[in-house]
Protein backbone atom coordinates (compact mmCIF):
# COMPACT_ATOMS: atom_id res chain seq x y z
CA UNK A 1 0.00 0.00 0.00
CA UNK A 2 1.46 3.26 -1.05
CA UNK A 3 1.73 6.33 0.72
CA UNK A 4 -1.00 7.87 -1.19
CA UNK A 5 -3.26 5.08 -0.17
CA UNK A 6 -2.21 5.02 3.30
CA UNK A 7 -3.15 9.08 3.33
CA UNK A 8 -6.79 8.38 1.83
CA UNK A 9 -7.26 5.44 4.54
CA UNK A 10 -6.25 8.11 7.01
CA UNK A 11 -8.51 10.74 5.28
CA UNK A 12 -11.42 8.40 5.60
CA UNK A 13 -11.02 7.22 9.23
CA UNK A 14 -11.00 10.92 10.17
CA UNK A 15 -14.37 11.46 7.99
CA UNK A 16 -15.33 8.64 9.69
CA UNK A 17 -14.54 9.98 13.19
CA UNK A 18 -16.37 12.97 12.10
CA UNK A 19 -19.71 11.44 11.23
CA UNK A 20 -19.55 9.73 14.35
CA UNK A 21 -19.66 12.48 16.82
CA UNK A 22 -22.75 14.29 14.29
CA UNK A 23 -24.60 11.23 14.85
CA UNK A 24 -23.98 11.42 18.73
CA UNK A 25 -24.42 15.22 19.09
CA UNK A 26 -27.82 14.95 17.85
CA UNK A 27 -28.83 12.73 20.97
CA UNK A 28 -30.19 14.72 23.32
CA UNK A 29 -28.42 14.95 26.85
CA UNK A 30 -30.55 12.14 29.19
CA UNK A 31 -30.88 13.03 33.10
CA UNK A 32 -29.76 10.10 35.23
CA UNK A 33 -31.02 11.66 38.23
CA UNK A 34 -34.19 10.47 39.05
CA UNK A 35 -35.57 11.91 42.18
CA UNK A 36 -38.54 10.75 44.32
CA UNK A 37 -41.18 13.37 44.49
CA UNK A 38 -41.28 15.05 47.97
CA UNK A 39 -42.29 18.42 47.91
CA UNK A 40 -43.46 20.78 44.93
CA UNK A 41 -40.57 23.11 44.95
CA UNK A 42 -38.46 19.82 44.34
CA UNK A 43 -40.40 19.00 41.62
CA UNK A 44 -39.92 21.89 39.73
CA UNK A 45 -36.83 22.95 39.93
CA UNK A 46 -35.70 19.35 38.86
CA UNK A 47 -38.49 19.60 35.65
CA UNK A 48 -36.88 23.36 35.31
CA UNK A 49 -33.35 21.72 35.29
CA UNK A 50 -34.08 18.96 32.30
CA UNK A 51 -35.59 21.68 30.61
CA UNK A 52 -33.09 24.09 30.49
CA UNK A 53 -30.05 21.65 29.61
CA UNK A 54 -32.61 19.99 27.08
CA UNK A 55 -32.77 23.40 25.51
CA UNK A 56 -29.39 23.74 25.63
CA UNK A 57 -27.74 21.08 24.17
CA UNK A 58 -30.54 21.58 21.15
CA UNK A 59 -29.09 24.69 20.54
CA UNK A 60 -25.78 23.90 20.62
CA UNK A 61 -26.25 20.71 18.85
CA UNK A 62 -27.61 23.01 16.16
CA UNK A 63 -24.74 25.20 16.12
CA UNK A 64 -22.67 22.91 15.87
CA UNK A 65 -24.40 20.96 13.10
CA UNK A 66 -23.60 24.90 10.89
CA UNK A 67 -20.36 25.08 11.84
CA UNK A 68 -19.59 21.43 10.64
CA UNK A 69 -21.53 22.21 7.28
CA UNK A 70 -18.82 25.06 7.13
CA UNK A 71 -15.57 22.80 7.89
CA UNK A 72 -17.07 19.99 5.42
CA UNK A 73 -18.36 22.95 2.85
CA UNK A 74 -17.21 22.79 -0.89
CA UNK A 75 -13.99 24.37 -2.15
CA UNK A 76 -14.18 25.82 -5.43
CA UNK A 77 -16.75 26.40 -8.23
CA UNK A 78 -19.30 23.55 -7.78
CA UNK A 79 -20.37 22.09 -11.54
CA UNK A 80 -24.01 22.90 -11.88
CA UNK A 81 -26.63 20.52 -10.02
CA UNK A 82 -23.50 19.30 -7.70
CA UNK A 83 -24.44 20.74 -4.42
CA UNK A 84 -28.11 21.25 -3.01
CA UNK A 85 -29.09 24.92 -2.88
CA UNK A 86 -28.24 26.38 -0.16
CA UNK A 87 -24.97 24.50 0.84
CA UNK A 88 -21.77 26.66 1.64
CA UNK A 89 -19.08 26.84 -0.87
CA UNK A 90 -15.44 28.93 -0.53
CA UNK A 91 -13.61 30.34 -2.96
CA UNK A 92 -10.24 28.69 -1.50
CA UNK A 93 -9.17 26.28 1.72
CA UNK A 94 -8.14 28.92 3.75
CA UNK A 95 -11.50 31.42 3.89
CA UNK A 96 -13.57 28.23 4.66
CA UNK A 97 -11.36 27.23 7.70
CA UNK A 98 -11.28 30.63 9.07
CA UNK A 99 -15.23 30.65 8.62
CA UNK A 100 -15.54 27.39 10.35
CA UNK A 101 -13.09 28.77 13.52
CA UNK A 102 -15.18 31.55 13.80
CA UNK A 103 -18.48 29.38 14.20
CA UNK A 104 -16.09 26.52 16.22
CA UNK A 105 -14.72 29.32 18.71
CA UNK A 106 -18.60 30.81 18.99
CA UNK A 107 -20.11 27.71 20.46
CA UNK A 108 -16.66 27.09 22.71
CA UNK A 109 -17.51 31.06 24.14
CA UNK A 110 -21.22 31.01 24.17
CA UNK A 111 -21.97 27.57 26.42
CA UNK A 112 -19.83 28.58 29.65
CA UNK A 113 -22.56 27.17 32.09
CA UNK A 114 -22.54 24.01 33.50
CA UNK A 115 -23.40 20.95 32.48
CA UNK A 116 -21.87 22.32 29.22
CA UNK A 117 -23.68 20.41 25.97
CA UNK A 118 -20.75 17.87 24.47
CA UNK A 119 -21.07 19.71 21.61
CA UNK A 120 -19.32 22.24 23.32
CA UNK A 121 -16.05 19.50 23.28
CA UNK A 122 -16.08 18.69 19.54
CA UNK A 123 -16.24 22.44 18.78
CA UNK A 124 -12.75 23.36 20.69
CA UNK A 125 -11.82 19.56 19.09
CA UNK A 126 -12.49 21.27 15.81
CA UNK A 127 -11.31 24.87 16.21
CA UNK A 128 -8.11 23.02 17.11
CA UNK A 129 -8.16 21.31 13.70
CA UNK A 130 -8.82 24.45 12.13
CA UNK A 131 -5.88 25.94 13.50
CA UNK A 132 -3.53 23.34 12.61
CA UNK A 133 -5.15 23.65 8.94
CA UNK A 134 -4.85 27.24 8.93
CA UNK A 135 -0.62 27.17 9.69
CA UNK A 136 -1.09 28.69 13.24
CA UNK A 137 0.66 25.41 15.09
CA UNK A 138 0.75 27.09 18.45
CA UNK A 139 -2.39 28.01 18.77
CA UNK A 140 -3.63 24.68 18.02
CA UNK A 141 -1.38 23.01 20.12
CA UNK A 142 -2.94 24.85 22.62
CA UNK A 143 -6.27 24.52 22.01
CA UNK A 144 -5.88 20.77 21.41
CA UNK A 145 -4.51 20.68 24.30
CA UNK A 146 -7.76 22.34 26.40
CA UNK A 147 -9.74 20.14 24.21
CA UNK A 148 -7.63 16.60 25.46
CA UNK A 149 -9.40 17.19 29.24
CA UNK A 150 -12.71 16.74 28.00
CA UNK A 151 -14.45 14.75 30.39
CA UNK A 152 -16.21 12.74 27.29
CA UNK A 153 -13.35 9.91 26.63
CA UNK A 154 -13.49 9.63 22.79
CA UNK A 155 -13.60 13.31 22.47
CA UNK A 156 -10.51 13.86 24.34
CA UNK A 157 -8.98 10.45 23.01
CA UNK A 158 -9.42 12.38 19.37
CA UNK A 159 -8.00 15.74 20.99
CA UNK A 160 -4.98 14.02 22.23
CA UNK A 161 -4.45 12.26 18.68
CA UNK A 162 -4.32 15.70 16.89
CA UNK A 163 -2.33 16.89 19.56
CA UNK A 164 0.77 14.41 19.02
CA UNK A 165 0.63 15.00 15.55
CA UNK A 166 1.12 18.64 15.80
CA UNK A 167 3.75 17.95 18.51
CA UNK A 168 5.52 15.76 16.15
CA UNK A 169 5.14 18.51 13.04
CA UNK A 170 6.62 21.24 15.37
CA UNK A 171 9.67 19.22 16.02
CA UNK A 172 8.26 18.20 19.87
CA UNK A 173 8.75 14.45 19.19
CA UNK A 174 9.42 12.79 21.89
CA UNK A 175 6.38 14.84 23.53
CA UNK A 176 4.21 13.49 20.90
CA UNK A 177 5.86 9.64 21.03
CA UNK A 178 4.82 9.86 24.55
CA UNK A 179 0.85 10.84 23.58
CA UNK A 180 0.76 8.21 21.18
CA UNK A 181 2.14 5.81 23.52
CA UNK A 182 -0.75 6.59 26.26
CA UNK A 183 -3.15 6.34 23.02
CA UNK A 184 -1.85 3.16 22.76
CA UNK A 185 -2.04 1.50 26.07
CA UNK A 186 -5.46 2.70 26.62
CA UNK A 187 -7.79 2.57 23.11
CA UNK A 188 -11.03 4.30 22.25
CA UNK A 189 -13.10 3.85 19.41
CA UNK A 190 -11.93 7.33 18.00
CA UNK A 191 -8.41 6.36 18.28
CA UNK A 192 -8.00 2.46 18.24
CA UNK A 193 -4.54 1.08 19.52
CA UNK A 194 -3.40 0.34 15.54
CA UNK A 195 -4.22 3.75 14.30
CA UNK A 196 -1.84 4.98 17.25
CA UNK A 197 1.15 2.68 16.70
CA UNK A 198 0.74 3.47 12.95
CA UNK A 199 0.99 7.43 14.05
CA UNK A 200 3.95 6.63 16.21
CA UNK A 201 5.79 4.85 13.84
CA UNK A 202 5.15 7.41 11.25
CA UNK A 203 6.59 10.17 12.80
CA UNK A 204 9.97 8.42 13.54
CA UNK A 205 10.14 7.33 9.89
CA UNK A 206 12.56 10.28 8.90
CA UNK A 207 14.60 10.86 11.75
CA UNK A 208 14.81 7.39 13.28
CA UNK A 209 13.86 5.13 10.98
CA UNK A 210 15.41 2.02 13.02
CA UNK A 211 12.79 2.83 16.08
CA UNK A 212 10.02 3.05 13.03
CA UNK A 213 10.96 -0.32 11.88
CA UNK A 214 10.81 -1.85 15.25
CA UNK A 215 7.57 -0.26 15.73
CA UNK A 216 6.34 -1.51 12.78
CA UNK A 217 7.36 -4.68 13.03
CA UNK A 218 5.23 -4.84 16.69
CA UNK A 219 2.43 -3.93 15.14
CA UNK A 220 2.98 -6.63 12.13
CA UNK A 221 2.96 -9.79 14.83
CA UNK A 222 0.04 -7.80 17.32
CA UNK A 223 -2.11 -7.82 14.30
CA UNK A 224 -0.65 -10.77 11.83
CA UNK A 225 -4.39 -11.92 11.39
CA UNK A 226 -5.39 -8.48 9.71
CA UNK A 227 -4.84 -8.60 6.50
CA UNK A 228 -4.74 -5.21 5.70
CA UNK A 229 -2.54 -3.89 8.09
CA UNK A 230 -0.11 -6.32 7.63
CA UNK A 231 0.38 -6.15 3.83
CA UNK A 232 0.39 -2.09 4.93
CA UNK A 233 3.21 -2.74 7.52
CA UNK A 234 5.21 -4.99 4.90
CA UNK A 235 4.92 -2.40 2.53
CA UNK A 236 5.61 0.96 4.69
CA UNK A 237 8.83 -1.59 5.98
CA UNK A 238 9.91 -1.33 2.33
CA UNK A 239 10.17 2.02 1.94
CA UNK A 240 12.26 2.67 5.06
CA UNK A 241 15.33 3.70 4.95
CA UNK A 242 18.13 1.13 5.45
Same mark, same amino acid.
Given at each position: ???????????????????????????????? @? =???????????? $?? #???? &???????? +? =????? +?? @? #???????????????? %?????? $?????? &??? %????????????????????????????????? @? *?????? %??????? +????????????????? +?? !???? /????????? *?????????????????? *??? *? %??????????????????????????? /??????????? !????
Amino acid at each position: MDRQTRHQLKQDEFRDTLEYFEDYFKKHYKEI @L =NVTIIVVAVVGL $TA #GLKY &YTSRQEAQ +A =NADLG +AA @L #GTFRAYVGQAAPGAED %AGTPSF $TNAQDK &YKK %ALEQFQAIVDKYKMLPRPKAVGIARFQAGVCQA @L *LGNHAA %AIQTLEQ +ASQDRDREIASLSRFAL +AG !ELAK /TGKLQDAAK *LYTELADHPTLSVPKASA *LLA *L %ADAYRSSQPAQARRIYEQIGKEFASNT /TISQSIKQQMA !ELAP
